[in-house]
């Protein structure tokens, strides 16, 4: 009685792995694959002829994909699973991976100016750090705190500007594209000039320099700041 449960039992087992391997026998070309993952690449044979794609090239990587078949269809791999439609696969070997394209907008003119101002307030304390440790006299030439507020201001609604201007002179032709970028640089040199003139009649004693510490303090501070701002507002940073 059990001899004869376990002679059923193997047979039902034998039957399941017959099921497994059933194949179509399309001339014997992917013999061994399941029904299934057979017609998956019989098919996709068919696609890749009608597209014209090169023999050589069609063959290998058919054979390729065969011999990966037969392997991970011991797991109960199927085809469209691992390489999805036969349509999608042939024209990802036609054509290859899409190409990501480049975004051509940039973010919000304020999202801009503040996530420059942010990079230029942080390499002005980085530089007014270095300056003070090494070249004391040389930071109290530079200027102090307001110079460092102004200078980060000016060159963060600068560069926002610029990116901006530089994104619309790309749509022009010719020598009008180069005249239209060499004036808009001209412009923010030109402002960047003044802004500097201006800042030099605040007197000393107003416009004081911090000690090295206070401004290695506020570039941390700064980073931590752009970090959380380009967090929450998930923007696209054009510097880095």
């Not at 890749?48 to 063959?59: A, G, H, P, S, V």
């Not at 199927?78 to 899409?98: D, Q, R, S």
């Not at 801009?112 to 040389?138: E, H, R, W």
């Not at 206070?214 to 940073?237: D, M, T």
């Amino acid at each position: 009685m059990a001899e004869s449960k376990r002679n059923e039992k193997a047979a039902q087992q034998q039957q399941a792995r017959a099921k497994a391997v059933e194949v179509t026998m399309r001339d014997g070309k992917f013999s061994g694959l399941t029904k299934r993952n057979e017609d998956y690449l019989f098919h996709l044979d068919k696609a890749l002829t009608e597209k014209n794609y090169d023999r050589e090239q069609k063959e290998q990587v058919l054979t390729e994909m065969y011999q990966e078949l037969k392997e991970k269809q011991k797991q109960g791999v199927v085809a469209t699973k691992l390489y999805g439609t036969v349509t999608e696969k042939a024209e990802l070997i036609v054509n290859g991976p899409k190409k990501s394209e480049a975004p051509t907008e940039l973010p919000k003119f304020w999202i801009l100016a503040l996530d420059n101002g942010l990079i230029m307030f942080i390499m002005f304390c980085i530089m007014y750090t270095l300056l003070g440790v090494f070249s004391p006299k040389q930071a109290d030439v530079s200027g102090g705190w307001i110079t460092l507020l102004a200078t980060s201001t000016i060159a963060g609604v600068g560069l926002a500007f610029f990116y901006r201007s530089m994104l619309s002179a790309r749509k022009e032709k010719g020598k009008k594209r180069w005249i239209k970028t060499l004036l808009i640089t001209l412009e923010l040199i030109l402002i960047w000039i003044v802004a500097f003139g201006v800042i030099a009649f605040i007197p000393v004693s107003i416009n004081r320099t911090m000690e090295p510490i206070v401004y290695a303090i506020l570039a941390g501070i700064g980073y931590l700041v752009r970090r959380y701002l380009k967090k929450k507002y998930n923007f696209r940073s054009v510097m880095f």
